[in-house]
């Protein structure tokens, strides 16, 4: 079946403008994840969604990032007034249940560079 | 708070040889504890979980891993490798439902094949 889905799949960007950023989670999972790559490190938590609840943003870097996730399924994140520090790769993650216990599925991330 | 300590950042190995990719978690109840793989220029992919039971876990690919409470430790092996197996490779520790919903990481072991 279908994995999960990002678009643009490469995003080259001057700095100070916004980017959107699209995640197409597979299809019934509740929990949506996004996480940020930066060159030769780790995956760094940003946003957490769960079904119909409040978002956890507790990840998110500065107030310039945002993120929504429409009808459950579908998520955005938007980085306003980017900057060269945000260049890396955003991947997307969904699992059926919670990731904490669960699978996570990742897409093929976003790589975002700031010029 | 829950942490995963991957304390080799490259791994070097040879074609046929064995393979260990060590993975030490902080956690205070059962750990929920993934191994992922992460092809260059791709997302991550699930190699294996352990949830309970059997303290020795068959993944994809021909990767066991083992689960070690008393050494707090859930080191990944491969008897064999093969060139294709050089990838990022992510140690990630979940929690018990109810508790945090938010997967750690571990920065990754990056493993080199010589043919």
């Known amino acids: 079946g279908a994995g999960v889905s990002q678009s643009p799949s490469n995003k080259v960007t001057e700095k100070g403008k916004d980017v959107e950023l699209r995640c197409d989670p597979i299809?019934?999972?509740?929990?949506l994840y996004w996480y940020r790559q930066s060159l030769g490190q780790g995956l760094e938590f940003l946003i957490y969604?769960?079904?119909?609840?409040?978002?956890?943003k507790s990840g998110l870097p500065s107030d310039r990032f945002s993120a929504e996730r429409t009808g459950g399924s579908v998520s955005t994140l938007t980085i306003q007034r980017t900057q060269q520090e945000d260049s890396a790769v955003y991947f997307c993650?969904?699992?059926?249940?919670?990731?904490?216990?669960?699978?996570?599925?990742f897409g093929p991330g976003t790589r975002l560079t700031v010029l | 708070a829950q942490s995963v300590t991957q304390p080799d950042i490259h791994i070097t190995v040879s074609e046929g040889a064995s393979l260990e990719l060590r993975c030490n978690y902080s956690?205070?109840?059962?750990?929920?504890l993934f191994w992922y793989v992460q092809s260059p220029g791709q997302g991550l992919q699930l190699l294996l979980k352990?949830?309970?039971?059997?303290?020795l876990v068959q993944g994809i690919k021909g990767f066991e891993a083992e689960f070690k409470r008393s050494q707090s430790s859930f080191n990944l092996r491969k008897p064999s490798v093969h060139w294709s197996d050089a990838a990022e490779y992510f140690c990630?520790?979940?929690?018990?439902?109810?508790?945090?919903?938010?997967?750690?990481f571990g920065r990754g072991t990056s493993l080199i094949v010589h043919p």
């Open positions: 299809s019934g999972h509740t929990a």
């Open positions: 993650a969904s699992s059926p249940l919670a990731g904490g216990t669960d699978t996570q599925y």
């Open positions: 990630a520790v979940g929690a018990e439902p109810g508790g945090s919903y938010i997967p750690t």
């Open positions: 352990y949830f309970s039971g059997d303290t």
């Open positions: 956690y205070g109840a059962t750990p929920y």
């Open positions: 969604f769960q079904g119909n609840s409040a978002p956890d």
